[in-house]
């Protein structure tokens, strides 16, 4: 596989789609970890909000 390809391949596994269910979002993850799961800071504020409620609700 040529060096161009690589690079390519590995820039498309960067976009992938947000992790809140009801977003159709798309994530572009610039992060080293690719720790990246929602679009934006709605979503990620959201997720937070979903998680809290669920352990309250155990
Ligand atoms: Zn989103």
Do not use: H, P, W
């Not at 390519?8 to 992060?31: H, I, K, P, Q, Y």
Request: glycine residues 2%; charged residues 30%; contains cysteine.
């Amino acid at each position: 596989m040529a060096m161009i390809d690589v690079i390519r391949a590995d820039e498309m596994s960067r976009f992938d789609r947000c992790a809140m269910d009801d977003c159709t979002g798309v994530v572009f993850d610039l992060s080293r970890n690719r720790s990246r799961k929602y679009c934006s800071t709605t979503c990620t504020n959201r997720a937070a909000v979903a998680a809290y409620r669920a352990r309250q609700s155990e």
